[in-house]
């Protein structure tokens, strides 16, 4: 069945420090994948996508990887801050194009000072 | 304006009562969506609305009974709710399902008692 996956379920790391947030799909067909970042409290929030006709993709400090080969996503986040700690998600939309999205378990970033 | 606000923040009902969640955006967006997530559990979708017409229902209960007034507007009615329902709904949207990048309200913490 379809299954977005992570890798860890926490992840730490210390300040200034790259993070590397793993993600693994199932779903070949899927052409659209999305990482949310989601505080204590608030709601997922947006941070970067990534289509299938691309491998890489930069925004400010973060770079999504996407490798199809291995069905693998990967979420960098460059010198890392404690504004940082929360729980990432990715999600693949399974080529459906009716708006769902399937969720990964999600990874617990913790940001030591 | 690129904000989903929901209401309430919090709610506690009983079993028996009736209650309603509210979404809105202002975003010109034509999909909503319901999702209910779980402590330390990814978003799962229950109900997506396209250009205001129900279009996935992921076999919710019908203690759960979303409306969507409007183009803004998303509601979700409850109704004899059970206490495994206690959970964190959340509300987004998309510029048509076909987009898939979909902004998140910062949900409302339910409790059933």
């Known amino acids: 069945g379809e299954s977005v996956g992570l890798h860890l379920p926490t992840l730490s790391v210390q300040e200034g420090d790259n993070s590397i947030i793993n993600c693994a799909y199932s779903?070949?067909?899927?052409?659209?994948f999305i990482w949310y970042k989601q505080e204590s409290g608030k709601g997922p929030q947006f941070i970067i996508d990534i289509r299938s006709n691309m491998d890489k993709r930069q925004g400010q400090r973060v770079t999504v990887l996407l490798n199809k080969t291995v069905k693998h996503l990967s979420l960098q986040i460059a010198a890392t801050q404690p504004g940082d700690s929360a729980v990432y998600f990715c999600a693949e939309n399974g080529s459906s194009n009716t708006g769902k999205l399937i969720f990964g378990q999600g990874t617990t970033l913790q940001v030591k000072p | 304006d690129t904000e989903v606000t929901q209401t309430p923040k919090h709610l506690v009902m009983g079993m028996t009562n009736k209650k309603s969640l509210k979404c809105e955006q202002h975003m010109g967006h034509r999909a909503m969506y319901w999702y209910k997530q779980k402590a330390k559990k990814p978003p799962e979708l229950m109900f997506v609305y396209s250009y205001e017409k129900l279009s996935i229902n992921e076999s919710v209960p019908s203690r759960f009974s979303p409306e969507c007034p409007n183009s803004s507007l998303l509601n979700l009615h409850l109704h004899a709710l059970q206490p495994e329902d206690s959970a964190l709904y959340l509300c987004a949207s998309s510029q048509d399902p076909s987009v898939d990048e979909q902004y998140f309200g910062p949900g409302t913490r339910l409790t059933v008692t």
């Open positions: 779903n070949s067909a899927s052409d659209y």
